[in-house]
DNA sequence: CTGAAAGCGCTTACAG
DNA sequence: CTGAAAGCGCTTACAG
C-alpha cells in the first residue's frame, strides 16, 4: 500500500485538501503549514499518485509514439530522441510502442494506447515510405514522421529527398564533374525515386546530358532475391563503360564502403581517380573511411523535433512538411592529385 | 468528454456495472445482455479508462526503462526490444526514459516513473560499464542490464566479455595461428579489460606465450584528446614489428574495416595475409567486407528478454548473469592462398 | 488561510 | 444473473 495524501495528512495534522495545496505549489497556504506538510512528505517518502491526477484531471500527459522498428535502426533512433526532447519541454512523457507487421499486435499496440488516453499519437517509420494509416489516429491529434498516405489526412514530416539528390550531385559538378554515376537503392523507395529526380535537376540546370548508363542499382528490388554482390556487379558495369564516370553518387553510406573496396580492382582509389558523395552519414562508416566520405545526413533528430512542435502548436493542416538533409562535408568528392 | 462506463450501460439499459462485467469477460452474464452491450460499446466506441482501473486496481501495468541513448546506438536498441518483447507476453508496456549526464533531468525522470506507479524498472547503458545506481531503484523491483554496480545490490544482466576474447582469439589459434596481435579499445572500459583477459586465457591454453608488443590501442581514453587516427598509428606499429603478427583481434566491427583499409598500404589483404576476428557484428559493416567479417555478436536481444524473465520470475538475487555473444562466422579469420 | 463535499471512471465485495 | 454501495487518490468549486 502506498502512502496517500491522507496519509500525508494525518501525519501533518491537517485536513488532506491542504496537502493537496501544497503538492501543486497553490497560493494560499500559511509558510508555516506548508513547511510542516512538506516534513511529512519527505518523512513518508510520499509521491503524488499520477492516475488519480490523471482521472481528475482528464488528462493523461502522455503522446503515443508507435514506431516501426525505428529503435533499432542505426541512427534512426534520433527520431525518438528528439520527439522526446520537444515533449518533455512540454512536460509529456512519450510511450513507445514498436509494431511489427502482425496486424493484431499492432491493434492491441493502438487500443493500449488509446485506454491510456494519450493526448496526441506519433507514427514514426524507419525509413521514409508510404504507410497504411491506423484509421484509430484520426481519434487523436496525429503526425506522420518519416512516412506519409496516399490521401494526405495528416500532418507528415519527411525528408527532403530532391533536395538532396540535387545537393550530393551538385556538390559533384562543382567540383567539374561532367560524368556522374548514380548506385540507386531498390527503385520501388521512395528515397531512390526522388534522389534520382534530385540527380537528374542538378544535372539539367548544369546543362549535363542524362545518361541511363551511369544509373545503376545498388541493391535488390522487394520481388528480387537478396543478392549480396549488387554493389559488385554495379561498380563492374560503370567501370565496363567506354567512358567511366568521374565521379559517383552513392545511394548510402554502405554502398560507399564498398566502393572504396571495390575500385581497388581496378587499380583505382577514391578521392584520387573517382570523388564519392553518399547518404545517411552513418557515423560508424563515413568518418573511418579514407578519404572521408563526403555524405547527405537525415535529419532525424530535426523531423522528431519538428513534429512535436507540430502537435503543440495544433497546426493540424495536412500539409507535408519536407526536412532538409544536412550535407557533411569531409573529402570523398574532391580529387587529388 | 470521453464515453463513459455509464454511457454505454444507459445505452444498453443496463446497469454500468453490468457492463464492468461484460468488459472484464466475466462469467455470470446472459449471453442476450452481453450482446446487448457490446454493440452500445460499439456504436459508442467505448475504450476503458486504463487510469480508472489503474486507481482501484492499485497498478500500473507499466514497466519503466531507464536507458542512457540505447536507442541512439546502432542495434543497442535490440535491448529495448528484447525488453519489450517479454513485457507485453505478461501485458506490461514499457515505458522508456532517455537520461542524459544531466543530474536533475534524471531525477525528474525517475520521479516521474515513480508518480506512475511503474511495477518494475530497468536501467540499460548502451556500452557496458558501471553506473552510479539511483537509490530510488530500490524502491520497486529493479535489474540492471549492461551495466554495474561496485557493490551488487540488483539482478545484474551483462555481455560475457572474457569469454568472447576467449572465442575471437580460439579461432584464430584453430587455424594454426601463433602470432595474434589484438586492437584494443579504450583501456578504461570494461569490454577492453575482459576481452583481453579472455585473448590471454586463449594463448596461455594453447602454450602460446603472450607478447606485450602485440597488443596495441585503437582508440583513445576518456583523458586524451580523441585522435582519428589511433587505428592508423596501432596497424602501423604491428606491421613495424619484426615477426608481424599472421592475425589480428580487432576490439570493434569499426577497427577491422579500417584494417582492411590500412593494410592495402602493405600490399597486403585480409582474408589473404592477415586472419582478423572482432566484436559487435554491425551490420552495416561486417556483411558488406570482402572477405566477410568473422565477429562476435552482442546478445543485446537476449539481454533485454532476460532481464525482463528476471524481473517476472521475481528472482531478486544480486547475482551478476553473464550473456554470451554469438559468434557471427563469416571468411575473414581464415587465410585463403 | 483552511476544510467538507462531490466526483473523475472504474472494481471489489456484498445483496437480492 | 443483475444491481446499489463504497472506495481507489486525487482536484474542483464552494463555504467558512
Redesign the interface.
Known amino acids: 500500500?502506498?502512502v496517500s495524501i491522507k496519509d500525508v495528512a494525518e501525519h501533518a495534522g491537517t485536513s488532506f485538501k491542504t496537502v493537496s495545496r501544497v503538492i501543486n505549489n497553490d497560493a494560499g497556504v500559511r509558510e508555516e503549514t506548508r513547511e510542516r506538510v512538506q516534513a511529512a512528505i519527505d518523512a513518508l517518502?510520499y509521491?503524488?499518485?499520477?492516475?488519480?491526477r490523471?482521472?481528475r484531471n482528464?488528462k493523461?500527459g502522455v503522446i503515443g509514439f508507435i514506431s516501426d522498428e525505428v529503435?533499432?535502426?542505426?541512427?534512426a533512433?534520433?527520431l525518438?530522441?528528439g520527439a522526446?526532447e520537444v515533449a518533455?519541454e512540454h512536460d509529456k512523457?512519450?510511450?513507445?510502442?514498436?509494431i511489427e507487421h502482425d496486424r493484431k499486435?499492432q491493434q492491441r499496440a493502438i487500443?493500449?494506447l488509446?485506454?491510456?488516453?494519450v493526448e496526441a499519437l506519433v507514427y514514426a517509420s524507419y525509413y521514409h515510405r508510404e504507410i497504411e494509416l491506423p484509421q484509430e489516429m484520426l481519434?487523436v491529434p496525429s503526425v506522420l514522421v518519416n512516412c506519409f498516405t496516399t490521401e494526405a489526412v495528416l500532418p507528415t514530416f519527411v525528408p527532403d529527398e530532391v533536395q538532396a539528390g540535387y545537393d550530393a550531385t551538385r556538390l559533384l559538378i562543382e567540383q567539374g564533374h561532367t560524368r556522374i554515376g548514380m548506385i540507386t537503392l531498390n527503385p520501388q523507395i521512395v528515397a531512390a525515386q526522388k534522389r534520382l529526380e534530385g540527380y537528374r535537376r542538378a544535372l539539367d540546370e548544369a546543362g549535363i546530358a542524362f545518361d541511363a548508363e551511369l544509373i545503376v542499382r545498388g541493391e535488390p528490388r522487394f520481388d528480387e532475391p537478396a543478392e549480396?554482390a549488387c554493389v559488385e556487379s554495379a561498380v563492374g558495369s560503370l567501370m565496363a563503360l567506354d567512358k567511366r564516370p568521374t565521379a559517383l553518387v552513392c545511394g548510402k553510406?554502405?554502398f560507399a564502403?564498398?566502393v572504396?573496396?571495390l575500385l581497388?580492382r581496378f587499380g583505382l582509389q577514391v578521392g584520387r581517380d573517382l570523388a564519392v558523395t553518399s547518404f545517411d552519414n552513418?557515423r560508424?562508416?563515413a568518418?573511418?573511411?579514407?578519404p572521408g566520405l563526403t555524405t547527405m545526413e537525415l535529419p532525424h533528430l530535426e523531423m522528431g523535433r519538428a513534429a512535436l512542435r507540430c502537435l503543440f502548436n495544433r497546426m493540424d493542416d495536412r500539409s507535408t512538411r519536407l526536412i532538409p538533409f544536412s550535407p557533411i562535408v569531409r573529402e570523398s568528392h574532391r580529387l587529388k592529385a
Open positions: 500500500m502506498m517518502g509521491r503524488p499518485n499520477s492516475a488519480a490523471m482521472m482528464q493523461s529503435v533499432t535502426q542505426p541512427y533512433g534520433e525518438l530522441l522526446q518533455s512523457v512519450l510511450m513507445v510502442v514498436n499486435r487500443d493500449m488509446l485506454e491510456r488516453r481519434q549480396s553510406d554502405e564502403m564498398q572504396y573496396f581497388a552513418q560508424l562508416i568518418p573511418g573511411l579514407t
